[in-house]
C-alpha cells in the first residue's frame, strides 16, 4: 500500500536523522573529501552532504550533513565538539556541530498523513485584516533576521580582525627574540652583563 | 570585586554562635553550629555563595570549625552549576537556575574554607598565599581556587524523592536556585536518584569519611523559612541529633541521622531576578538581553505550528515531478532568475516539503513549475520556511506575486503565503574565510607538501596552544550569536502567535 510504504520510507528517514550531525562554520574551501577525513577520525562516515546556499555569498560559512553509523556516534561527536575546539581547514576558527533536524535535509520525504489546505481570503473576510498583518510581520522578522546576521557578521570580522593583529604582534616578538638568540646577540649582551643563561 | 569591597567594612565583625562540640585528636577543634559574619548569621546546612576569582560559587556549609590554631574554617559541599558540568550534561537540559548537587567520592565534592581570612583588605594576593596553607587536599580541576562566603543563597530542592519535603510556591518563588539531581564526581553522571548519604572524601586529618544524611540537603520542614536567622529555633531544628552528628572523633565515619527537612522543588518556577545568574554564567548575553528574561535552555518546538497541518489536498493532483538532483537547481535558479520567473515564497511552514509546495502552488494558481524548500540552518528561522518556485513563464510569476499582494492566501497552519520575486546573489571566489588566518610569512612555506598536509588535517585544538585560546574566543562568539537567535526566535513566535489567536476562523487547524 502507498501510504505503508511512506510510513516506512519516513521511519527510515527519521532514522537516518538521528544519525546524521549538522556541521556549521565551514570554511567554503572546504570539500566534501576534506569533511569525510576530518570526521574519519571518529568512526565511519556513510554520507556527506552540503547544504547549498541559494541566496548568500560565497564566502560565507558552509554548513553540511554528515550521517555516521549510528546515532550513538552522532551524539558522541556533538558533545565532544561542543566541549573543545576542534578545527577543520584551518585556524582558529571552530566548526560548530549539532544534531540534525528533519528540516535540514533538502529531500526529506513528506511526512505520511499530513495534509494541507490552502483558501483564497476574500476582502470581506473578518480575517483579511488579520492575514494582512500577517504578511507584514513576515517581512518584518525578515528584516529583523538579515539584520541580526549582518550583526553577527560583523563581529565575527572584527574578532577576526582582531585575533589576525595578535597574532601577527606574538609572532614579531617570537621572532624578534629567536634573532637576537641566533645571531649572538643574545650570548654577547649576556657576556656583558654577566648573565649566562644564552650560552647555549 | 564588589561584593569583597562590601564586606571590607564588616570584616571583623565576626562572632562565634552556639559551639555544638569538640573533636580531634587533642579535642582541640571546636565545632559551631552557626556564626555570625558581617551581620548575617550563616548556619549549619545553610547555602551559601562563595567567591572564587571572579565567579560565585553555590555551596551548603556542612560543618563549622575552629581549629587549635584559632582559625576559623568551614567545610562546603558544592553544587554544581549547569555550565560546569556541561561536558557531562548531554541530552539533559536543566533550566536557568538549576544546579546540581555534588555526590560520590572523589575531587571536587566539597572544600574547606578558612573564613574571615577572605576579607583582609590587602587584596587577592595576599588572600592568596594566606589560604593556599589552609586549603584542604580536595581542591580538583573543577574547584580549585579560593572560597569566601559573601551572602546567603535560597536553594530549594524540588525532587520528588519520598524524602523530600515539596516546596510551596512561594518558597519556589523566593529560591534563587533550585536542584532536583545530583552528579556524582566519580562517575561524573547526573542522576535524579539521591544516595542516602552524601559522602565526602578524604579530608584532614581531624576530620575524614564524614557523612552527611540526604536529608540535610533536602528542603527542611515547612515551618522553617530557609534564609532566616531566626535564632535558636532554626538551629535546633536542623541539627536534630547534635551529639552524634558533630562530635567528630578521630577518625570515624559517622551516619548522621535523618533529617526532616528536605528540600522540593517543582519543575519551573516562576522568573526570577536574573542579574545574579547573568554575572554568574560566563557567557553574558547581549544586546537582546531583555528578551531573555527566561533564559530557558528548552528548544523551541515547532510543534505548534506544524501539528495544524491537516486538511485535504485538492481534487486536482499535480503529476509527479521527478526530482532532479540538486547540483543543477543553481543553474536553474540562475536561469530562472535572469528570466524573472524566480519567485521567493515566505511564511511556509518549515516542516513542508518541495513537492507539497508544488502541490500548494497548483491548487491555488493552476501553475506548474518546481519548487524547493530552503533547507533549514541554524540561521534560518524556525517558524517559517522558504521556498524558491520557478514558474513556467515570467506572466504566471507575476500574476502569481500581485494575486498573493492583493488578496490572502491562507495556509492551514493559518497563515498566509507571502510572496515576492526571488533574487539570487552572485557567487565571488572563496579565497578567504573570516576567521582562518594565516601568518604571511609562513605562506612562501607553506607551499611545502608538509605544511599543506598540516594546515588540512582536521584536529582537536590543544588547551596550551595561542590557537585554542582564540578557539575559545570564537566558541563564545558562536554561543552569544546562538543565544541573540533563540531570543529573536522566540519573540518572533510571540508575536506570531499573538496574530495567530486573532484569527476569527480557524481553518482545520
Given at each position: 500500500?502507498?501510504?505503508?510504504?511512506?510510513?516506512?520510507?519516513?521511519?527510515?528517514?527519521?532514522?537516518?536523522?538521528?544519525?546524521?550531525?549538522?556541521?556549521?562554520?565551514?570554511?567554503?574551501?572546504?570539500?566534501?573529501?576534506?569533511?569525510?577525513?576530518?570526521?574519519?577520525?571518529?568512526?565511519?562516515?556513510?554520507?556527506?552532504?552540503?547544504?547549498?546556499?541559494?541566496?548568500?555569498?560565497?564566502?560565507?560559512?558552509?554548513?553540511?550533513?554528515?550521517?555516521?553509523?549510528?546515532?550513538?556516534?552522532?551524539?558522541?561527536?556533538?558533545?565532544?565538539?561542543?566541549?573543545?575546539?576542534?578545527?577543520?581547514?584551518?585556524?582558529?576558527?571552530?566548526?560548530?556541530?549539532?544534531?540534525?533536524?528533519?528540516?535540514?535535509?533538502?529531500?526529506?520525504?513528506?511526512?505520511?498523513?499530513?495534509?494541507i489546505t490552502c483558501q483564497w481570503l476574500e476582502p470581506q473576510n473578518p480575517d483579511f485584516t488579520i492575514a494582512n498583518k500577517f504578511k507584514e510581520l513576515t517581512g518584518r522578522h525578515a528584516a529583523e533576521a538579515s539584520f541580526l546576521h549582518q550583526y553577527q557578521l560583523e563581529e565575527e570580522e572584527n574578532l577576526a580582525k582582531q585575533q589576525a593583529e595578535t597574532l601577527e604582534a606574538n609572532y614579531k616578538k617570537y621572532e624578534l627574540i629567536e634573532k637576537v638568540l641566533k645571531d649572538g646577540t643574545a650570548k654577547r649582551l649576556g657576556h656583558r652583563y654577566g648573565i649566562n643563561e644564552f650560552n647555549a | 570585586m564588589s561584593l569583597l569591597g562590601e564586606a571590607h567594612e564588616d570584616h571583623t565583625e565576626f562572632n562565634w554562635g552556639r559551639q555544638t562540640g569538640v573533636g580531634g585528636p587533642n579535642k582541640d577543634f571546636i565545632f559551631y553550629g552557626s556564626f555570625t559574619h558581617g551581620g548575617v548569621e550563616y548556619f549549619l546546612y545553610d547555602c551559601v555563595y562563595m567567591w572564587r576569582d571572579n565567579e560565585l560559587d553555590i555551596g551548603k556549609i556542612v560543618k563549622i570549625w575552629e581549629t587549635p590554631r584559632h582559625s576559623k574554617k568551614v567545610k562546603v559541599v558544592w553544587f554544581f552549576r549547569p555550565i560546569e558540568i556541561r561536558q557531562w550534561l548531554g541530552d539533559v537540559e536543566p533550566l536557568w537556575n538549576e544546579i546540581f548537587l555534588a555526590s560520590g567520592e572523589g575531587n571536587g565534592l566539597c572544600n574547606c574554607n578558612p573564613l574571615p581570612f577572605f576579607f583582609l583588605p590587602d587584596g587577592h594576593d595576599n588572600l592568596r598565599s594566606a589560604m593556599c596553607s589552609d586549603l584542604a587536599a580536595l581542591t580538583s580541576s573543577w574547584?580549585?581556587?579560593?572560597?569566601?562566603?559573601?551572602?546567603?543563597c535560597n536553594v530549594v530542592c524540588t525532587s520528588k524523592d519520598k524524602r523530600n519535603p515539596q516546596p510551596s510556591k512561594e518558597n519556589?518563588?523566593?529560591?534563587?536556585?533550585?536542584?532536583n539531581r545530583t552528579f556524582d564526581v566519580a562517575r561524573c553522571t547526573i542522576s535524579p536518584i539521591f544516595p542516602d548519604v552524601i559522602a565526602e572524601s578524604e579530608g584532614p586529618s581531624y576530620s575524614s569519611n564524614i557523612w552527611f544524611a540526604v536529608k540535610h540537603f533536602f528542603n527542611r520542614e515547612r515551618d522553617q523559612k530557609l534564609i532566616?536567622?531566626?535564632?535558636?529555633?532554626?538551629?535546633?531544628?536542623?541539627?536534630?541529633?547534635?551529639?552524634?552528628?558533630?562530635?567528630?572523633?578521630?577518625?570515624?565515619?559517622?551516619?548522621?541521622?535523618?533529617?526532616?527537612?528536605?528540600?522540593?522543588?517543582?519543575?519551573?518556577?516562576?522568573?526570577?531576578?536574573?542579574a545574579e545568574m547573568k554575572r554568574v554564567d560566563d557567557l553574558s548575553p547581549t544586546s537582546l538581553s531583555d528578551e531573555l528574561h527566561k533564559?530557558?535552555?528548552?528548544?523551541?518546538?515547532?510543534?505548534?505550528?506544524?501539528?495544524?497541518?491537516?486538511?485535504?489536498?485538492?481534487?486536482?493532483?499535480?503529476?509527479?515531478?521527478?526530482?532532479r538532483p540538486a547540483v543543477s537547481w543553481m543553474e536553474k535558479l540562475k536561469s530562472a532568475y535572469e528570466r524573472g520567473t524566480l519567485v521567493l515564497l515566505e511564511n511556509l511552514d518549515p516542516s513542508y516539503t518541495s513537492s507539497e509546495v508544488e502541490d500548494i502552488v497548483w491548487s491555488a494558481f493552476k501553475e506548474m513549475g518546481e519548487a524547493k524548500m530552503v533547507p533549514r540552518c541554524t540561521l534560518s528561522s524556525p517558524h517559517h520556511g522558504q521556498a524558491f518556485f520557478i514558474f513556467k513563464s515570467v506572466d504566471a510569476a507575476e500574476r502569481a506575486i500581485s494575486e498573493l499582494k492583493e488578496k490572502c492566501l491562507m495556509l492551514s497552519n493559518g497563515r498566509p503565503l507571502v510572496g515576492r520575486k526571488g533574487c539570487l546573489v552572485e557567487p565571488n571566489d572563496a579565497t578567504s574565510f573570516v576567521g582562518h588566518i594565516a601568518i604571511?610569512?609562513?605562506?612562501?612555506?607553506?607551499?611545502?607538501?608538509?605544511?599543506?598536509?598540516?594546515?588540512?588535517?582536521?584536529?582537536?585544538?590543544?588547551?596550551?596552544?595561542?590557537?585554542?585560546?582564540?578557539?575559545?574566543?570564537?566558541?563564545?562568539?558562536?554561543?552569544?550569536?546562538?543565544?541573540?537567535?533563540?531570543?529573536?526566535?522566540?519573540?518572533?513566535?510571540?508575536?506570531?502567535?499573538?496574530?495567530?489567536?486573532?484569527?476569527?476562523?480557524?481553518?482545520?487547524?
Amino acid at each position: 500500500m502507498d501510504s505503508v510504504k511512506a510510513e516506512a520510507d519516513y521511519a527510515a528517514f527519521e532514522e537516518r536523522v538521528r544519525r546524521t550531525v549538522y556541521v556549521d562554520n565551514l570554511s567554503p574551501q572546504v570539500n566534501e573529501s576534506i569533511l569525510k577525513s576530518a570526521f574519519d577520525q571518529f568512526g565511519n562516515i556513510c554520507k556527506v552532504e552540503f547544504i547549498a546556499n541559494y541566496a548568500e555569498e560565497s564566502n560565507m560559512p558552509r554548513c553540511a550533513l554528515v550521517e555516521m553509523d549510528s546515532p550513538e556516534l552522532a551524539k558522541e561527536l556533538v558533545q565532544a565538539m561542543s566541549n573543545q575546539p576542534f578545527m577543520i581547514f584551518g585556524m582558529p576558527r571552530p566548526v560548530r556541530v549539532c544534531a540534525a533536524e528533519m528540516e535540514m535535509f533538502e529531500d526529506r520525504p513528506q511526512k505520511p498523513g499530513t495534509k494541507i489546505t490552502c483558501q483564497w481570503l476574500e476582502p470581506q473576510n473578518p480575517d483579511f485584516t488579520i492575514a494582512n498583518k500577517f504578511k507584514e510581520l513576515t517581512g518584518r522578522h525578515a528584516a529583523e533576521a538579515s539584520f541580526l546576521h549582518q550583526y553577527q557578521l560583523e563581529e565575527e570580522e572584527n574578532l577576526a580582525k582582531q585575533q589576525a593583529e595578535t597574532l601577527e604582534a606574538n609572532y614579531k616578538k617570537y621572532e624578534l627574540i629567536e634573532k637576537v638568540l641566533k645571531d649572538g646577540t643574545a650570548k654577547r649582551l649576556g657576556h656583558r652583563y654577566g648573565i649566562n643563561e644564552f650560552n647555549a | 570585586m564588589s561584593l569583597l569591597g562590601e564586606a571590607h567594612e564588616d570584616h571583623t565583625e565576626f562572632n562565634w554562635g552556639r559551639q555544638t562540640g569538640v573533636g580531634g585528636p587533642n579535642k582541640d577543634f571546636i565545632f559551631y553550629g552557626s556564626f555570625t559574619h558581617g551581620g548575617v548569621e550563616y548556619f549549619l546546612y545553610d547555602c551559601v555563595y562563595m567567591w572564587r576569582d571572579n565567579e560565585l560559587d553555590i555551596g551548603k556549609i556542612v560543618k563549622i570549625w575552629e581549629t587549635p590554631r584559632h582559625s576559623k574554617k568551614v567545610k562546603v559541599v558544592w553544587f554544581f552549576r549547569p555550565i560546569e558540568i556541561r561536558q557531562w550534561l548531554g541530552d539533559v537540559e536543566p533550566l536557568w537556575n538549576e544546579i546540581f548537587l555534588a555526590s560520590g567520592e572523589g575531587n571536587g565534592l566539597c572544600n574547606c574554607n578558612p573564613l574571615p581570612f577572605f576579607f583582609l583588605p590587602d587584596g587577592h594576593d595576599n588572600l592568596r598565599s594566606a589560604m593556599c596553607s589552609d586549603l584542604a587536599a580536595l581542591t580538583s580541576s573543577w574547584r580549585c581556587g579560593i572560597e569566601a562566603i559573601c551572602g546567603k543563597c535560597n536553594v530549594v530542592c524540588t525532587s520528588k524523592d519520598k524524602r523530600n519535603p515539596q516546596p510551596s510556591k512561594e518558597n519556589l518563588r523566593m529560591a534563587d536556585f533550585i536542584f532536583n539531581r545530583t552528579f556524582d564526581v566519580a562517575r561524573c553522571t547526573i542522576s535524579p536518584i539521591f544516595p542516602d548519604v552524601i559522602a565526602e572524601s578524604e579530608g584532614p586529618s581531624y576530620s575524614s569519611n564524614i557523612w552527611f544524611a540526604v536529608k540535610h540537603f533536602f528542603n527542611r520542614e515547612r515551618d522553617q523559612k530557609l534564609i532566616t536567622s531566626e535564632g535558636g529555633a532554626n538551629l535546633k531544628g536542623k541539627i536534630a541529633n547534635p551529639s552524634s552528628f558533630v562530635k567528630v572523633e578521630g577518625v570515624t565515619a559517622m551516619r548522621n541521622p535523618m533529617k526532616d527537612g528536605k528540600f522540593d522543588m517543582s519543575p519551573k518556577p516562576a522568573a526570577k531576578d536574573k542579574a545574579e545568574m547573568k554575572r554568574v554564567d560566563d557567557l553574558s548575553p547581549t544586546s537582546l538581553s531583555d528578551e531573555l528574561h527566561k533564559r530557558k535552555r528548552v528548544h523551541f518546538s515547532i510543534e505548534e505550528h506544524s501539528n495544524g497541518v491537516k486538511g485535504s489536498k485538492s481534487d486536482n493532483q499535480p503529476q509527479d515531478i521527478t526530482r532532479r538532483p540538486a547540483v543543477s537547481w543553481m543553474e536553474k535558479l540562475k536561469s530562472a532568475y535572469e528570466r524573472g520567473t524566480l519567485v521567493l515564497l515566505e511564511n511556509l511552514d518549515p516542516s513542508y516539503t518541495s513537492s507539497e509546495v508544488e502541490d500548494i502552488v497548483w491548487s491555488a494558481f493552476k501553475e506548474m513549475g518546481e519548487a524547493k524548500m530552503v533547507p533549514r540552518c541554524t540561521l534560518s528561522s524556525p517558524h517559517h520556511g522558504q521556498a524558491f518556485f520557478i514558474f513556467k513563464s515570467v506572466d504566471a510569476a507575476e500574476r502569481a506575486i500581485s494575486e498573493l499582494k492583493e488578496k490572502c492566501l491562507m495556509l492551514s497552519n493559518g497563515r498566509p503565503l507571502v510572496g515576492r520575486k526571488g533574487c539570487l546573489v552572485e557567487p565571488n571566489d572563496a579565497t578567504s574565510f573570516v576567521g582562518h588566518i594565516a601568518i604571511n610569512k609562513l605562506k612562501k612555506q607553506k607551499q611545502k607538501a608538509e605544511w599543506k598536509i598540516a594546515v588540512s588535517t582536521s584536529h582537536y585544538s590543544q588547551p596550551n596552544t595561542i590557537e585554542y585560546d582564540m578557539a575559545l574566543e570564537w566558541l563564545v562568539l558562536q554561543e552569544r550569536s546562538k543565544l541573540r537567535w533563540d531570543a529573536l526566535n522566540k519573540q518572533h513566535a510571540e508575536e506570531i502567535e499573538q496574530l495567530r489567536s486573532q484569527l476569527k476562523t480557524h481553518h482545520n487547524t
